[in-house]
């Protein structure tokens, strides 16, 4: 079997998408006798700079030969791809399974870290792959990390895309908005992320350009295509079903604060330092320290009213963090309540007749001026809180394609999904 990769023939003004140049690929391979075992859409680290939205590279399965599967890539990239685009450059590799061990490496790394050009055309030729490559061939990175991905992840969800008719790229999408939440309210929760009730909006219909109609997400294929059935709109051109590892966190890495690096998404647990603070344009900033340092943390306007969870946080309270780094400071994704601080201290009340104690004077408590009652220090009321123990996550018309909703399950505590 031959495991096509490709990546990087979209554009981020221009539109276009990867999926649908593997659409292509597949649909003029089984044209040419060849068998098609599955497609797989891989998300990659989301920090890479020069990426597209969502970072994707494509894998695809076949019993074609590795030159015929090349040979047909190249034919449809350069058919397809933005390649008047100065940030697009596509590139293509053909490996015949089982995929070695030194690329499925090169795939995990891939979804956590900044990987350049030259190792991965180092990995491809030490493993006697074919491959091809446009302009300065940085797709090639996507391509060989989708080919590690395929063969080393598990966690696999599913996305059916259906693609507009060619001569409508471009122009407004027909979609009966109706329809969407209807189908979606009918396969909640196994498909997920397909609209976002708190903001009235369908998540799965884009606004960029390009030949995608939506994308339906969720975690069984038969779920996703009766949801993507239930949808009115004008005429879809073909559809594709994709396996992966979209809604998994599989970007996210465990850390002390030490240790954190730009460019990578992690997972880190503090207590906060900072009452919570809404900047210009919206974006609400604070920060965690965990002993071994401390770690700026935002989240942005898009975030709607996620940030109501974050302006609720308190100077004291201990919370699990996640999101990507850049620049220094965390971009929530979720985080979750592990303490919450349920006391302050205040001025003590007089017991005899129920008034506020005044001080005494620095370092000497406080006292009752009509009581002469006294007392060394304040004392400790509750706190009502608007916020409990658990996950808090982005709405889903903010979340990124490779983060987890917590409606998927498998956290550690109690959760709030937003649906």
């Not at 276009?16 to 060849?34: D, F, K, N, Q, S």
């Not at 891989?42 to 920090?47: C, D, G, H, M, Y």
């Not at 992690?266 to 965990?290: K, L, M, N, S, W």
């Amino acid at each position: 079997m031959t495991v096509l990769g490709l990546d990087d023939t979209d554009s981020r003004e221009r539109g276009m998408c990867t999926t649908y140049v593997a659409t292509r690929v597949a649909e003029r391979l089984r044209r040419a006798g060849a068998r098609i075992d599955r497609l797989r859409l891989v998300r990659l680290n989301p920090a890479v700079e020069y990426k597209t939205r969502g970072n994707a590279a494509l894998a695809i399965h076949t019993d074609a030969a590795p030159d015929l599967a090349l040979a047909t890539a190249r034919e449809v990239i350069d058919g397809l791809a933005e390649l008047d685009d100065e940030r697009t450059h596509p590139g293509v590799v053909a490996a015949e399974e089982p995929i070695e061990q030194a690329v499925q490496q090169f795939g995990r790394r891939a979804i956590r870290e900044l990987l350049d050009r030259e190792t991965a055309i180092d990995r491809i030729e030490a493993a006697g792959y074919s491959h091809a490559g446009w302009k300065q061939a940085r797709g090639t990175i996507g391509a060989l990390a989708a080919i590690g991905v395929s063969a080393a992840f598990e966690d696999w969800t599913y996305e059916y895309i259906a693609y507009r008719e060619p001569e409508r790229w471009g122009t407004e999408r027909s979609i009966e908005i109706d329809s969407v939440f209807d189908a979606a309210d009918q396969f909640y929760p196994t498909a997920w992320d397909t609209v976002d009730r708190g903001e009235g909006e369908p998540v799965c219909v884009p606004n960029a350009p390009g030949p995608i109609l939506y994308g339906i997400r969720g975690d069984e294929p038969n779920a996703v295509a009766a949801l993507a059935a239930g949808i009115g709109s004008e005429p879809v051109h073909t559809q594709t079903l994709f396996e992966t590892n979209q809604g998994t966190d599989s970007h996210l890495r465990d850390a002390a604060i030490e240790d954190i690096q730009d460019g990578r998404a992690y997972r880190v647990t503090g207590r906060v330092i900072e009452t919570p603070e809404t900047r210009a344009g919206g974006h609400v900033f604070t920060a965690i320290a965990d002993g071994s340092g401390r770690l700026s943390i935002v989240a942005f306007e898009p975030t709607k009213r996620f940030r109501d969870r974050v302006r609720a946080l308190r100077v004291g309270d201990r919370i699990t963090v996640a999101g990507e780094v850049t620049d220094g400071t965390l971009k929530l994704e979720k985080f979750a309540v592990r303490d919450l601080v349920r006391q302050r201290a205040v001025t003590p009340t007089c017991p005899d007749c129920g008034r506020r104690m005044e001080s005494a004077g620095a370092g000497q408590g406080y006292r009752c001026r009509d009581c002469n009652t006294s007392t060394d220090s304040k004392e400790l009321a509750p706190i009502e809180r608007d916020l409990s123990r658990g996950w808090y996550e982005v709405p889903p018309c903010a979340r990124r394609h490779i983060a987890k909703p917590l409606v998927r399950g498998g956290f550690d505590a109690p959760t709030h999904p937003e649906h």
